[in-house]
Every structure is written in C-alpha cells, then in structure tokens.
C-alpha cells in the first residue's frame, strides 16, 4: 500500500493587512477595496521557496529520520535559481545526500501535484520519497494577485508503511490551456480574463478530469468527504464539485481570508490542512488546474492517529504578527528601491570551494561532538576544545538545527545596513554545548533577553546581486 506517511507546512509569521494595502493605493486602483478583507502571509526577507520548503519539510520529518530520505522532489514556480538543483539545496539542509535523487518540478501551478505523483510512484518499491512545495510569488504594486497571493510552503512523505492516506488512484491530463503565463524575462504573471478562464477553461477540462479520477478508482462524487480545489475565483471549486456530482459540503475552504493562494504549493498545503482534521475513512480529492489538471483521491487510515505531533498548518498559521506597514512589504520584495547606504557597499562573493568543502556545517548546521570526553562544538575542528581533553581527530558529525538553543549575549544594531533594522544577533549557546554568533530573525524586541529559548531556522544570509544572484543561505537563531 503506497500513499502519505507524515505531513508538513509552513508558513511566515507576518501577515500583510490587506486594508493597508488597498489604503495605500485606492488613490490609483479604487476597485480593490472588495478585496481589503483579511489578511495574506508575506515573507520575510530572508526567505524564499527554498527556505519555506526547507521548514515544512523539517515538519514534515518530526517523525522520521531524514536519512531514510531516497528521494526529493521540490515543485514551485518560483525556483531561487534556474540553473543550478534547487532540490539538492533542500537536501544538503536536511542532511540528506547519499543515495539521494533530487528533482525540480515547475512550469505550472499544478506542479505540487505532479510532484507528489511523482513521488508516489517513486515510493512503491520502498524508497520513501519527500515532497516539498513552496511558492513566492511576485505581483504588480495595486493589482488583484498582490491581496490574493500569499507565501507558503507544505512537505508530504510517502512511503508504504505506516501510511496515514493511502493512495486510491489518479488521474492526468495536459492541455496547453493558458489563462495566465509569466516569461523568461518577466517578474509578474500575466492573466486573460477570468470568465473566459471559468467558462472555456475549468468549466470544459477539470469536471472531465474529475470523472476519469472517479471512475479510475471506483467511486462516485457521493464518495468524496474532503474535495480540495485551489482557485484565485472563489465560487470556481463548489461549481466544479457540483459538476462532477460531488457534495458541496465537501468543498474545503480556500483560506483566502487568512493565508491567501500559496501558488504551486497550494493544493499540499490544503491537503495538509485536511490531513489535521481527517478521520479513518475519510476519502480526499485534491485537484489542481494548471495547463491540464491533475486529480489524486486519497483515503484516510488509522494510521493517521498514530502519527506524533507537529506544528503543522494549524501551528504556523497561529503563529502571526500583523504587519500593515505596506512599505515593509514592498522593500523586503525589492518593489521599491531604497537608499541603503555605503555600510550596505560590501562584495559579497560566495567562495564555491569553501561552500562545498563545508557544506555539512553551513547548509546542515552540523557540528561536531568528541568521541573521547562528548563535548559539542560549532564548528567541528581537528582539535576538541575540551581543556582537559584536546583530543585530536575525535570528532564525529554532530546535527544541531534541530536543538534548541539560548541567547547568551546579544546586541540590537541600528548602524549595520539591515533591510529590517535594528539587526539583532548575538552569541547563543546549545544545551550540550557548542556556541556561535549568530543573526537572529522573526525577533521583536520583548522577545529578545539574555537566556531567551530559541531554535534555529535555515534563512537567506545574503544574495550576491554583482554575480547573478547567488544567495547564500545559512542558520539563524528564531524565538521558540
């Protein structure tokens, strides 16, 4: 039996008042007050697809060991880097590459979907599979998709023991159908109009799709408990539930009010969210629209029960802070350029070499723990720093991204260039020992003291705009 082992999400803990935004721009775009309800998650500015989909799958693998991984498919439409495996990051940061294959899917906003066919297939032999889906997405400054979109990310394993959902069947197909597009060279999606999307596009292809999938796994719509649609028209999911014989009541909610669409990532996300309320026996349908329709129907075991807490959806989405500061929005997007001073005029090169020799340390954050008296220490060294051992070559690798840390010392810096000042950083200090100076993200200033608990999150450090824009990623130290 084949199908989903354990799940995952995540998503950043500010959330974009929407009414700010339309404040700021009813000058010019009037219209969009009927979309300035709610709220949608905004990224912070360190982070992106890769680091979205690094959290969730760190979610995703609360259970599991992420060694067992054999394989990783990370699907978004916003990949960080064209050229070069954005899946392969993912994998170093987990600790993962031997007998690892890594893939990127993109191209479409079902990409999330076809991911997790993927690795389903890949899973029937034994091998359990990840998938990650995340998306950034960026739009025009007073348009639609600004107040619609949102970022996110959701991490599923599959694998053939201890399945919570297991596969009953599915159903592809590909029709070039464009109803919105984004070029080599563009930054923003370019949209048709919406009743032609609804009527020549959804209305003609996915109710078709979702009778294959039906009749591919022997069930009618009555069958389905949990149908799951992600759609930027928010009636275009009850009206192709209805055409396809399947309940109303099914339909899940699209969580437009409080996280927005979450791009290629937003069918996993809303399994996810399904996958936390989901009894044994529940039957869920996820499709996604786009350029063809993909249709999975999954059925809920006991299993799910057995599975170990995590954050989950329900977790990050309750872990918030406001943000109507509409201008933040835009300067962490690179929307609006900014003086930053000569303190920012730093070059930023990535020494290659050093990055692939130390990759454990700085993608894995992994130190090293003494063999001979079992001191920690970041970074790992020829020599323990133990005084009274200082044995030589004793060290074995030693994860600590996973352990919670403490602020030993810290400083709030206004005079550092920062894109979200002050900097705050500082020494913290690891139960087992280990210490390092690190940056800290997501941190207000009551959050912030000497002895304060926090854990450690994989952030962008800084992107070298000179030479292409290679970012370069490391560890930061969060509020628990």
């Known amino acids: 039996m084949v199908g989903i082992v354990a799940y995952g999400a995540y998503v950043p803990r500010l959330r974009l008042n929407r009414q700010a935004v339309y404040e700021a721009n009813k000058w010019f775009a009037p219209g969009l007050r009927g979309l300035s309800k709610g709220e949608r998650s905004m990224a912070n500015w360190d982070e992106d697809s890769i680091t979205m989909a690094v959290e969730a799958s760190r979610d995703c693998l609360t259970s599991h060991k992420a060694e067992d991984v054999r394989n990783i498919y990370f699907a978004s439409t916003t990949h960080p880097f064209k ?120 209305a003609k292809i996915v109710p078709p799709a979702i009778k294959a999938a039906l009749a591919a796994c022997k069930l009618t719509g009555g069958d389905i408990t949990h149908f799951i649609m992600p759609s930027l028209m928010p009636a275009v999911p009850k009206l192709m539930a209805k055409m396809a ?43 996604a629209f786009g350029q063809g329709v993909d249709a999975l129907v999954f059925e809920v075991t006991a299993e799910k029960d057995k599975l170990p807490a995590r954050k989950g959806l329900s977790g990050w989405m309750a872990r918030r802070k406001e943000e109507k500061n509409y201008m933040k929005f835009l300067a962490f997007n690179d929307m609006l350029p900014i003086d930053k001073g000569m303190r920012a005029e730093f070059d930023k090169k990535t020494a290659l070499s050093v990055l692939w020799r130390k990759r454990d340390m700085i993608y894995g954050l992994v130190g090293g723990k003494c063999r001979v008296c079992g001191t920690v220490q970041f970074p790992r060294s020829q020599v323990c720093v133990n005084p009274n051992c200082h044995a030589m070559d ?86 628990v």
């Not at 889906?133 to 998709?145: E, F, G, H, Q």
């Not at 053939?160 to 984004?182: C, K, P």
């Not at 699209?254 to 399994?271: E, I, Q, R």
């Not at 997501?442 to 450090?461: L, N, P």
């Open 83 to 202: 050229d070069r495996q954005n899946a392969g990051v993912i994998g170093t940061a987990l600790n993962v590459e031997q007998n690892l294959s890594a893939m990127d899917v993109g191209g479409s906003l079902k990409a999330g979907t076809s991911a997790l066919i993927a690795g389903l297939n890949a899973s029937r032999d034994g091998a359990p599979s990840l998938v990650a889906a995340a998306d950034k997405r960026m739009a025009r400054v007073a348009s639609a998709n600004e107040l619609n979109y949102g970022d996110g990310a959701a991490a599923l394993l599959c694998g053939t023991e201890n399945v919570i959902a297991r596969l009953v069947g599915h159903h592809s197909v590909s029709m070039d159908f464009v109803d919105h597009f984004r070029g080599e060279d563009a930054e923003f999606d370019y949209g048709w109009e919406e009743r032609w999307i609804r009527d020549e596009g959804y």
């Open 245 to 287: 014989g399947i309940g109303e009541s099914t339909v899940r909610d699209l969580m437009g009010a409080s996280l927005g669409d979450t791009g290629a990532a937003h069918a996993l996300v809303m399994l996810v969210d399904a996958l936390e309320s989901a009894k044994a026996g529940d039957r869920i349908m996820v499709v």
């Open 394 to 479: 004793s060290q074995d690798p030693y994860a600590m991204a996973g352990l919670e840390c403490s602020v030993m010392s810290f400083t709030a810096d206004s005079l550092t260039y920062s894109p979200d000042p002050p900097a705050y950083y500082g020494m913290i200090t690891f139960p087992e020992g280990g210490r390092f100076m690190a940056d800290f993200t997501d941190s207000d200033k009551d959050q912030v003291k000497v002895g304060a608990k926090m854990r450690m999150t994989f952030r962008i450090r800084d992107n070298d705009q000179m030479r292409g824009g290679f970012k370069r990623y490391f560890w930061k130290a969060t509020p």
